[in-house]
């Protein structure tokens, strides 16, 4: 670690933080008009480092889908291929073009996304989640050329009037939109020297935010963003040709696109592709086909914990990774309890951040900075400031803005973003402690602001993770007329409990100031999600006020 100066405000580099193992070739370069640190020895794209695998290793398991079906690496580099011939001869795909994405987790989305790359084409992501309104709304503001997508979808482009060519997939077959015919028989032929070589500073992928799609931003993520991303992951967490990871979230999201898909064909590993989550599915796979390595959600996590009677003993996992939202330290420990060989590393990241910004460089269970994110990785910097834009020295809460390596270059179409020196406003609200470990205290949307007093969500959720009993909760704000806002909560309890609303106020009051205990407490089966397996805070706020005003009614 570096010596920090804590008294006064300052920026956090993330090439202070790491040992020499995970610096090693790290260099200045000069991309976009802008200065980064990045690897030297690092593919410059997707496409490049699934070569790289297929040479070293032909022959070694690289996916497993959800049906069960195996595909080396030999057999997976072809396939993508002759995809990439079939755009480009017979859609005449070219670079720069925005190609989207409708897949579930299966081989056609693996296939499509480094067929793309290969092309120097830009894969705009959609997730299969959402309605058709939805998915139309944002494929109005993408500037298609075509759309590769699942025959489940068929329906929505029936009456496409746009220029943009479509492609159906199924099972492994690849059909063209308006026949229906297998596309494998009229491919052409040898696809080198279809495109020239990759650039680190194309667009690769164009990956909406989540939230409602009116609000949502289209990030776009170049190759060094990417490859950045990968390298680090590999390098800090050790990923290897003996890692096998399971992937049961969207990979049309960020974890699973870079934290784990694009990461483990990096390495060499093997990856088993779920198209739905099924936490009973998770825990077998992990525990008949070794998987050694996990990288998921709390909420994920949480839902594993409470099958943890099915599969008492995981001994092959060595490593599990959880970002995308708080994740409380009674969670880690019991992890721990559960699986004591595996470390437990949490990372803190944004679509717009490729994946990470911090990780956590060691075990999180064992640490005094248990609760924490974790250090700035290499090529990135941090800082903490105040509304007024003024840098806070470490302890104190203010805005997290990062900027580096693996942050966006901008949004698409959308004005706002970086700043002109590439600082991002993450939305966050934070602090770094005297050693340079993030602490994330709360979304700036989800600070509560009960008469002048700043409550942090995160705070009083923690505060009810400790209570014996609660198997998850929520906490947001609503409308007052006597404070402006308000704390309220939403808990789900452990079969059997007898906790009361009256209950678990008092229990918090131990622990919380009297501002900060939740007016109201509503117990539900399960948390409200969004499509990538996040808890709902807007449908929670939605929830509460909808059951506050029914009591005002009686």
């Known amino acids: 670690m570096s010596d920090i100066n804590h008294t006064q405000g300052q920026t956090y580099d993330g090439n202070d933080f790491w040992p020499g193992s995970v610096l090693e070739g790290l260099q200045k370069v000069s991309l976009r008009d802008r200065e980064y640190y990045i690897y030297q020895d690092m593919p410059h794209s997707l496409y490049e480092s699934l070569c790289r695998s297929r040479q070293r290793q032909p022959k070694q398991c ?17 396939m993508v291929e002759e995809f990439a011939e079939v755009l480009n001869h017979l859609y005449h795909v070219v670079p720069g073009m925005h190609i989207g994405v409708l897949l579930y987790n299966s081989i056609e989305f693996c296939v499509s996304i480094y067929a793309i790359n290969k092309l120097r084409a ?35 482009f029936q009456n496409n009037k746009s220029q943009m060519f479509l492609i159906g997939m199924e099972q492994g077959n690849i059909y063209t939109g308006s026949t ?53 992951y590999q390098k800090i967490f050790h990923i290897t040709e003996k890692d096998r990871t399971v992937i049961p979230i969207p990979a049309y999201h960020v974890t699973g696109l870079i934290g784990l898909m694009g990461l483990f064909i990096h390495a060499g590993g093997c990856i088993w592709l779920h ?40 001994s092959d996992i060595r490593m599990m990774v959880c970002g995308s939202s708080n994740m409380p330290k009674e969670k880690i420990l019991e992890l721990q309890e559960w699986m004591p060989q595996a470390e437990f590393r949490t990372v803190y990241g944004l679509t717009e951040t490729s994946s990470p910004a911090t990780i956590f460089p060691d075990h999180a269970a064992d640490s005094v900075h248990i609760g924490s994110s974790g250090c700035p990785i290499p090529g990135m910097q941090f800082k903490i400031c105040d509304d007024q834009g003024n840098l806070l020295p470490s302890h104190k809460t203010g805005m997290v803005m990062v900027r580096g390596t693996t942050v966006t270059v901008g949004y698409y179409q959308q004005d706002g973003g970086l700043t002109e ?52 909760a929520a906490v947001v704000g609503i409308a007052d007329e006597r404070y402006g806002e308000i704390p ?13 609303e009256e209950k678990i106020k008092m229990l918090l009051r131990e622990q919380l100031a009297k501002f900060q205990i939740p007016v109201k407490i509503m117990f539900s089966r399960n948390l409200p999600m969004t499509a990538n397996l996040k808890v709902d805070k807007r449908a929670i706020r939605e929830l509460m006020k909808q059951n506050q005003n029914k009591e005002d009614m009686q």
């Open 62 to 78: 690289c996916i497993v889908d959800d049906t069960g079906t195996a595909y080396s690496y030999e057999q997976f580099f072809d």
């Open 122 to 156: 830009v894969a705009v992501l959609f997730s299969t989640k959402y309605r058709r309104p939805e998915t139309s709304c944002l494929i109005a503001r993408a500037d298609l050329g075509g759309m590769i997508f699942h025959r489940d979808f068929e329906e929505w």
């Open 180 to 232: 229906g015919s297998p596309v494998a028989e009229r491919k052409a032929g040898a696809t080198s020297g279809i495109i020239s070589e990759i650039i680190p500073e194309d667009n690769a992928v164009l990956m909406f935010t989540s939230g409602t799609t009116s609000r949502s931003k289209g990030v776009r993520m170049t190759n060094f963003n990417i490859m950045h991303a990968i390298a680090v």
């Open 275 to 314: 198209k739905y989550f099924d936490s009973g599915r998770v825990l077998r796979e992990i525990n008949n086909r070794h998987i050694t390595f996990l990288h998921a959600s709390p909420t994920v996590f949480s839902l594993l914990l409470e099958r943890r009677q099915d599969a008492p003993q995981l």
């Open 421 to 472: 020196d590439g600082w991002l406003d993450t939305g966050d609200l934070g602090y770094f402690d005297e050693e340079g470990y993030l602490y994330i205290v709360d979304r700036k949307k989800d600070m509560i602001n009960r008469g002048g007093e700043k409550v942090c969500s995160f705070d009083i959720e923690n505060a009810l993770y400790g209570i014996s009993g609660i198997r998850e």
């Open 488 to 500: 309220v909560a939403m808990a789900v309890t452990e079969p059997g409990c007898d906790l009361s």
